[in-house]
């Protein structure tokens, strides 16, 4: 099916495309289950080649630092011991409380925006992913739309790349342990909008994988010397598409379920550790060359070329500098909160709520982070309906 993309875009087309080929998300309405297309650009946005180049060039050196990152003990409990954030302390009890990971594996992904100008835009990171992200399957299949109507772009291989690697994942957990029988949990939330994006993961993997919450993992997986069971199954793997947020955190047996996979001798996307290099803190910190140079002693200055300035927010004398900073130009910045899960970014009359406040432990929350001014273009999207509006892009790796 090809859909025209001019001024005559035939919607019916369109969402037939989606439908047909599984580019769909799901909705609750009022208790009722039902799926719309997923929100997609019905063309691809556009972006520099030397700016795609450049993302795709330094994504090695980003998964390097992580690792880095996480092998620096003491460095990293520092950062989690600045957070004043519950949350994230219970997250930092469980990683003092396990062992180091005997096999590791990350799925990162790195966000970015172009800064300034289209023709002479600069790449900017937004922020590192490593836990939960999220979009590969749809956005391989959003490429196969834009392939399809004759657009001149390089295949998207990003959903069958993850399931590979988690195949690999659980081969390995296998050989190591000498298990001949194995299989895989995706941590998923209950009522999961994005089931489409991860039961495409699973299918391509080619692997036994089954979707549970936290909380069913709680209630139906249990531990043997170390060992973790699934109905007498040995789970080899457990990739987690939630657990960022503590929305994920319903109930305390879901931090108890947190805390049994850690222990584990499963795999884990990510560990606890890796999980804890993605904090908005991390980012922040990076930004400081000295800091950066610590993890990165060639390469860095390439990393660091797409920071925006960062700035942090704790409660001490250049905290409070920063702050008054920031509330002399407020609209030149952005609030980022600590946690995963983006889109919770405060900004105008709030960030001079947040900085206003006389509450430290709600501002150290949060870092500050000079705005990205990203290009806009026409662009025609597809949700409820069409819609024809200037956007702006985001490009993730």
């Known amino acids: 099916m090809h859909?025209?993309?001019?001024?005559?875009?035939?919607?019916d087309a369109a969402r037939a495309w989606a439908f047909e080929h599984g580019l769909t998300m799901?909705?609750?309405?009022?208790?009722?289950?039902?799926?719309?297309?997923?929100?997609?650009?019905?063309?691809?946005?556009?972006w520099p080649r030397f700016a795609f180049e450049k993302a795709v060039a330094i994504q090695p050196y980003f998964n390097r630092?992580?690792?880095?990152?996480?092998?620096?003990?003491?460095?990293?409990?520092?950062?989690?011991?600045?957070?004043?954030?519950?949350?994230?302390?219970?997250?930092?009890?469980?990683?003092?409380?396990?062992?180091?990971?005997?096999?590791?594996?990350?799925?990162?992904?790195?966000?970015?925006?172009?800064?300034?100008k289209l023709e002479q835009a600069e790449l900017k990171q937004v922020e590192l992913n490593t836990i939960a992200a999220s979009f590969s399957h749809l956005s391989q299949l959003t490429c196969d739309l834009h392939r399809e109507n004759s657009f001149d772009i390089p295949a998207n291989t990003a959903g069958g790349d993850i399931a590979v690697a988690i195949r690999d994942g659980?081969?390995?957990?296998?050989?190591?342990?000498?298990?001949?029988?194995?299989?895989?949990?995706?941590v998923v939330q209950p009522e999961e909008g994005n089931l489409h994006d991860q039961e495409g993961i699973i299918k391509q993997s080619g692997i036994s994988m089954v979707r549970l919450t936290l909380e069913e993992v709680g209630q139906?997986?249990?531990?043997?010397?170390?060992?973790?069971?699934?109905?007498?199954?040995?789970?080899?793997?457990?990739?987690?598409?939630?657990?960022?947020?503590?929305?994920?955190?319903?109930?305390?047996?879901?931090?108890?379920?947190?805390?049994?996979?850690?222990?584990?001798?499963?795999?884990?996307?990510p560990d606890i550790a890796?999980?804890?290099?993605?904090?908005?803190?991390?980012?922040?910190?990076?930004a400081c060359p000295t800091v950066l140079s610590k993890f990165m002693r060639t390469d860095g200055d390439l990393l660091a070329s797409t920071f925006m300035e960062l700035l942090h927010?704790?409660?001490?004398?250049?905290?409070?500098?920063?702050?008054?900073?920031?509330?002399?130009?407020?609209?030149r910045w952005i609030a980022k909160p600590q946690r995963e899960g983006g889109g919770h970014n405060i900004f105008g009359s709030e960030l001079v709520k947040l900085l206003s406040d006389a509450d430290p432990v709600r501002r150290t929350a949060h870092i500050i982070m000079e705005k990205i001014d990203a290009p806009s273009e026409p662009?025609?999207?597809?949700r409820d309906k069409i819609w024809r509006e200037p956007g702006v892009s985001e490009l993730d790796i």
């Open 3 to 11: 859909v025209h993309l001019d001024e005559g875009i035939d919607e």
């Open 26 to 46: 799901r909705r609750n309405v009022n208790g009722s289950w039902s799926s719309m297309p997923a929100p997609i650009s019905l063309r691809p946005a556009s």
């Open 65 to 116: 630092l992580v690792l880095e990152i996480v092998n620096e003990h003491v460095w990293l409990e520092g950062i989690c011991n600045a957070i004043r954030d519950d949350f994230v302390e219970r997250l930092c009890k469980i990683w003092k409380e396990c062992p180091t990971q005997k096999l590791r594996l990350g799925l990162f992904r790195s966000d970015y925006m172009l800064h300034g």
């Open 170 to 186: 659980l081969e390995l957990f296998k050989n190591e342990y000498g298990i001949t029988e194995a299989m895989a949990i995706m």
């Open 220 to 269: 139906h997986c249990t531990t043997q010397d170390g060992v973790m069971m699934l109905n007498g199954v040995v789970v080899g793997l457990v990739y987690y598409r939630s657990g960022y947020s503590p929305s994920d955190y319903v109930h305390s047996h879901c931090w108890t379920a947190r805390l049994m996979v850690e222990r584990s001798s499963a795999v884990k996307i």
């Open 274 to 286: 890796m999980h804890l290099a993605g904090l908005k803190k991390v980012q922040q910190e990076l």
């Open 313 to 331: 927010l704790e409660d001490n004398e250049s905290g409070r500098h920063n702050a008054e900073r920031v509330l002399s130009e407020p609209d």
């Open 379 to 382: 662009s025609i999207l597809l």
